[in-house]
């Protein structure tokens, strides 16, 4: 039993709590916290835990012994309360009481020092089921809009605007922070401090639909200088097409069905209600993290997006081949 109990323990930690996604990571300064504060909060429990365990089979014993008949007993009960054990007891529980106290609220003012200087910010707006990013907002000219993924410079405290376009969603990347709820109608805040470059993924984590699953964002912590240079790429308008396919491509999209949702800045598609494909061939996935980036997943993504994401707001449109060929040229063009 405790063997099976131990391996299904390992399991978690290599799988569930290991990578791009976990929660023990500690790779933000918020998360390594919150690890902090876990450890104090497991060690004085299990301390806690284990002292009165052993009060327990101290008394059970004592109990079983023929002597104690119930004039001894009714002895015991009231020299127990003066036992300087009984004082010491008390006195453990509240020093360990005091010091989770004092731990969480360490742990909340630190919190809170970070969200006093953000050097950069960035709205992410939840929708059924996609991420809509946008780095400082209200500022046309410095204004980088994109979707289901963020950058994020090394060491940076970057404040980040949460809302919702219908339902309530969670922002969550483990292994920088804790959860925060996109609530429609209101505004909340979160802030993140990477520590550790490296990629990580973000997952809505409030059920908000039958693509709740579905609801990934790619999260890429780099050095100051590849943020810049990252930044500087995105404000840029769209590749044009360069070839004849991609130029068929860069026509269909932009005046047919693709171009009443998505905007792709510098052409006539200028749809709001569904992700930026400006720089859309220089993310890591399609879909919220559906499928990873790739010539054939476009083309099973673009041909029936229903069958691979069901319910989400892409229609499947019934290209023809040659249609297909195009589009695909043309979105991998937009890098
Ligand atoms: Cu959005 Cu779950």
Redesign the pocket.
């Known amino acids: 039993m405790i063997r099976s109990l131990c391996s299904f323990a390992l399991i978690v930690c290599l799988t569930g709590c290991a990578g791009v996604q976990n929660a023990l990571g500690g790779d933000g300064a918020e998360g390594a916290r919150f690890i902090n504060l876990f450890t104090v909060f497991t060690v004085i429990s299990t301390i806690m835990y284990l002292l009165i365990a052993g009060a327990l089979l101290f008394a059970l014993s004592r109990r079983q012994r023929p002597e104690h008949t119930v004039e001894n007993r009714r002895h015991h009960q009231t020299s127990i309360i003066v036992k300087p054990a009984l004082v010491g007891w008390l006195a453990l529980v509240l020093v360990g009481l005091t010091a989770l106290t004092i731990a969480s609220f360490f742990t909340d003012r630190s919190n809170a020092a970070d969200a006093r200087k953000p050097a950069l910010l960035v709205k992410i707006t939840?929708n059924?089921?996609w991420w809509d990013v946008e780095y400082s907002p209200g500022n046309p000219s410095q204004t980088v809009r994109t979707a289901n993924e963020i950058h994020l410079p090394l060491g940076v405290p970057v404040h980040v605007r949460l809302n919702s376009n219908d339902v309530i969603?969670?922002f969550w990347v483990p292994n920088l922070a804790g959860k925060q709820d996109l609530i429609p109608g209101r505004t909340t805040d979160l802030y993140l401090l990477a520590r550790k470059a490296g990629l990580y993924r973000g997952q809505?984590?409030?059920?908000?639909?039958v693509q709740?699953a579905r609801?990934a964002l790619d999260v890429t912590v780099e050095s100051k200088a590849d943020f810049q240079r990252w930044y500087a790429a995105q404000l840029k308008s769209a590749a044009a097409p360069a070839t004849p396919l991609e130029l068929a491509g860069y026509r269909y999209v932009t005046t047919r069905e693709c171009s009443a949702c998505h905007n792709i800045s510098g052409t006539p598609a200028g749809g709001q209600v569904a992700p930026d494909l400006t720089h859309f061939a220089s993310r890591r996935s399609i879909a919220a993290g559906t499928l990873p980036m790739g010539k054939g997943n476009l083309y099973g993504w673009i041909a029936d997006p229903q069958s691979q994401k069901p319910g989400s707001h892409m229609p499947t449109v019934g290209l023809e081949p040659d249609e297909l060929h195009s589009v695909v040229a043309y979105l991998e063009r937009l890098k």
Do not use: P, V
């Not at 809505?204 to 639909?209: P, R, W, Y």
């Open positions: 939840a059924q089921w969603h969670s809505c984590a409030e059920f908000c639909g709740h609801m």
